[in-house]
C-alpha cells in the first residue's frame, strides 16, 4: 500500500455513488505530462500531477485514462496489441499499480478505457487468426469469404459495409481467401463477440484490471460489439444533402445497435458490480439519447452525443434539455463538452455564437456544464481553457485526418490532443524534448501556472465551480425543473433536493440582460458562485442584471 495516508473524507465522499454524484475528469495520457523527455507523456507524469486533480487541486472524483496498452499507435492507442499490459511507452507495469495507489491515496477512482470492439492487427490473437481458417484463433475475428470475384479475377467484399474512418469494412487476406471487418482502420480488425471464446478472453482481461484495483471503465465504442449474425448489407439512404459522407449514406442497421446486445453488456456489467462502487461508461457510437437512456442502468452510464453537438445558443441549451427530461426521466446521463474526438469547446461553442473571447465562452459553459443533471465528465485542459490547435497537415498523426476522400474531409483530432502547458517555460513543464503534438500559440500565457494564480481565470473559476457543487446536494442529485424566464438568449434552470434549491440564470451573449426572478418561487435569492468570481446579485424587487455572457448560481435565503 501506499505510504500517504488518505484524506477519509475525500475517500468517504460520495460512498459507493461517487459516480453519478462526483465528477470524472479524462487524461489523454500521451499529452498529459512526459517524464522521460521523449515528448510523449507517461503514466509517471501523471501521477506528478495527481495533486492538480485532487482535492488539494480541482477536487475531481475520478480519473478516467484513455487507453495505456501497448500499441503500434496507428489509431494512437485504440489500436490495442496486449489489452491486460501496459504500454512501455507510457511505463511500467510497477508505474500503473503506483499510480492507482497514488490515486486511490487522494480520494481518486480511476477509470481504465477498455477497447474491445476490435484489436490492433499486431495483436496475438490477429496474427494467428489471420493465418488459416483452421486453429484456436481462427474464428476469433469477423471473417467472412468473398461475394464472388470481379471480371479480373479479384475478390469482392462481402457486403456494402463500410468503414467509418473510409473505404470498405472489409480488407482480403489471401491467406484465408477471406475478407475481415473493420469499422475503423485495416490496422483495426473487429472481434467475433459471438464466439464464446472470445467472450471469456476479454472477461477475463477485465477481471484482471479489477483484480489490480481498477474502479471502472469507459467501454469503447460499445453498441457495435455485435453485428447482425447474417451481415446483411445495410439499406442505401437516399436524397441526402450534397456532402454527406459515405458512412453516413446507410442506415447501420445491421453493423450495430443488435437486440442481443443488452445481454452481452450485462454479463459485463455483472463482473463490475461484484463491488459495490464499480462503474462503467460506455461510448455510444452514433446513436441519440434515446439509445443513451435505454442502455443505461443502475451503476451504470453512458455518454450521450447532444450536448457536444449543440451551439452555444440558450434556445438550442432549452430545447435540448427538455428532450432531454422527456427521454431520460429518471435515469441517470452524464453531461460532457469535450473529449479526445471532438473540437474542444472553447474553440467550438465560441466559433458557433460568433464570439471571439473563448475564455469567457470557457467559464460560462463550465457553470452550465457543472450544474445541469448528470454526471460530468470533464477533458484535460478545458479547466484552462484550452483552444484547438492548428496542426499543418504535414504535421498530422490523427490517420483519418491524413485522407482525403471526395467531398469529405475528416476533422484531425490532433487539434484537440495538444500536450497540456503547465507553466511558461520552454517545453510548458510538459517535456523536456519535442512534443509529439505541437503546443498551441498561446501556450506561452495559457498555462496552469499562470491561472493558479488567478483566481478569475478559467481555472480559478473550474476550482469555485466543482467546489460549490460538490457542497451542495441539490447540484449533485437533485431532479432539475427548467424555467421560461429572462429573454431568448437565457437559460434558467432550478436544480432540487434533500429541501435544497439551486437556481441557476444563464445569460449566453455578450449583450446584458435582465431577468425577473419572481418565477423562480419565493426567494429572496443570494448568489453564491457563477461564471464570474464576483457573481451579479439580484436587486430587492428580484430582478437580476447579467454581464455578457454570465452565469449566476444562486442559493434560497
Ligand atoms: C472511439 C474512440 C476513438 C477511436 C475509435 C476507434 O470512438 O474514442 O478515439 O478512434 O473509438 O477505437
Given at each position: 500500500m501506499s505510504d500517504i495516508t488518505p484524506p477519509a473524507s475525500s475517500l468517504a465522499r460520495?460512498?459507493?455513488?461517487w459516480w453519478r454524484e462526483g465528477i470524472v475528469y479524462q487524461v489523454y495520457p500521451r499529452s498529459y505530462a512526459d517524464t522521460d523527455g521523449n515528448g510523449v507523456g507517461d503514466l509517471a507524469g501523471i501521477i506528478e500531477h495527481l495533486d492538480h486533480l485532487g482535492p488539494d487541486g480541482l477536487g475531481v472524483d475520478g480519473v478516467w485514462l484513455s487507453p495505456i496498452y501497448p500499441s503500434p499507435g496507428f489509431d494512437v492507442g485504440y489500436d490495442v496489441s496486449d489489452h491486460s499490459a501496459v504500454d512501455p511507452l507510457l511505463g511500467t507495469e510497477e508505474d500503473f499499480d503506483r499510480l492507482v495507489r497514488e490515486a486511490h491515496a487522494r480520494g481518486l477512482r480511476v477509470i481504465l478505457d477498455l477497447v474491445m470492439n476490435h484489436t490492433s492487427d499486431q495483436h496475438a490473437w490477429f496474427q494467428a487468426s489471420r493465418q488459416?481458417?483452421?486453429?484456436?484463433?481462427?474464428?476469433f475475428y469477423l471473417w467472412r469469404d468473398p461475394a464472388g470475384r470481379d471480371a479480373d479475377g479479384n475478390p469482392l467484399p462481402p457486403n456494402n459495409w463500410l468503414s467509418f474512418f473510409g473505404g470498405s469494412a472489409w480488407e482480403y487476406e489471401p491467406a484465408r481467401d477471406q475478407f475481415y471487418m473493420h469499422t475503423f482502420l485495416v490496422e483495426q480488425p473487429e472481434v467475433n463477440w459471438r464466439n464464446p471464446v472470445v467472450e471469456e478472453a476479454q472477461l477475463k482481461m477485465v477481471r484482471g484490471w479489477l483484480d489490480r484495483g481498477v474502479d471502472g471503465f469507459r467501454l469503447d465504442v460499445f453498441n457495435i460489439f455485435l453485428k447482425d449474425p447474417e451481415m446483411p448489407s445495410n439499406p442505401e439512404l437516399e436524397d441526402l444533402a450534397e456532402g454527406t459522407s459515405a458512412w453516413d449514406r446507410q442506415e447501420h442497421k445491421y453493423d450495430r445497435d443488435q437486440p442481443d446486445f443488452p445481454e452481452l453488456i450485462a454479463r459485463f456489467r455483472a463482473i463490475v458490480d461484484e463491488v459495490p462502487g464499480r462503474m462503467s461508461v460506455g461510448?455510444?457510437?452514433?446513436?441519440?439519447p434515446e439509445t443513451s437512456a435505454s442502455l443505461s442502468n443502475q451503476n451504470h452510464l453512458v455518454f450521450d452525443w447532444e450536448l457536444v453537438r449543440a451551439p452555444w445558443s440558450a434556445a438550442e441549451y432549452r430545447a435540448l434539455l427538455d428532450r432531454r427530461q422527456a427521454i431520460f426521466g429518471d435515469t441517470w446521463p452524464t453531461v460532457v463538452?469535450?473529449?479526445?474526438?471532438?473540437?474542444r469547446h472553447a474553440s467550438r461553442l465560441s466559433a458557433s455564437a460568433g464570439i471571439d473571447d473563448t475564455d469567457a465562452v470557457a467559464r460560462a459553459s463550465a457553470a452550465v456544464l457543472l450544474t445541469l443533471r448528470g454526471t460530468p465528465f470533464l477533458y484535460y485542459g478545458e479547466e484552462i481553457g484550452l483552444r484547438d490547435v492548428e496542426v499543418p497537415f504535414e504535421e498530422i498523426i490523427d490517420p483519418p485526418a491524413r485522407r482525403v476522400e471526395a467531398g469529405w474531409v475528416w476533422w484531425n483530432r490532433d487539434g484537440c490532443r495538444s500536450p497540456m502547458p503547465w507553466t511558461g517555460e520552454p517545453g510548458h513543464g510538459f517535456t523536456t524534448g519535442r512534443p509529439w503534438i505541437r503546443f498551441g500559440d498561446d501556450a506561452d500565457t495559457r498555462h496552469v501556472a499562470a491561472q493558479a494564480l488567478d483566481p478569475p481565470s478559467v481555472l480559478g473559476t473550474y476550482k469555485r465551480l466543482i467546489a460549490l457543487r460538490q457542497g451542495r446536494s441539490s447540484l449533485r442529485r437533485g431532479a432539475l425543473r427548467r424555467l421560461d424566464i429572462g429573454g431568448d438568449d437565457v437559460l434558467a434552470y432550478i436544480r432540487e433536493a434533500d429541501g435544497e434549491a439551486t437556481l441557476v440564470v444563464a445569460n449566453f451573449v455578450q449583450q446584458p440582460s435582465t431577468v425577473d426572478l419572481g418565477p423562480a418561487g419565493d426567494g429572496p435569492w443570494r448568489p453564491i458562485g457563477g461564471s464570474h468570481q464576483d457573481p451579479s446579485a439580484p436587486d430587492a424587487d428580484g430582478s437580476l442584471a447579467l454581464r455578457g455572457l454570465e452565469v449566476v448560481i444562486l442559493a434560497r435565503g
Open positions: 460520495h460512498g459507493t455513488q488459416s481458417r483452421e486453429g484456436p484463433y481462427a474464428d461510448e455510444l457510437f452514433y446513436g441519440g463538452l469535450s473529449n479526445h474526438d471532438q473540437s
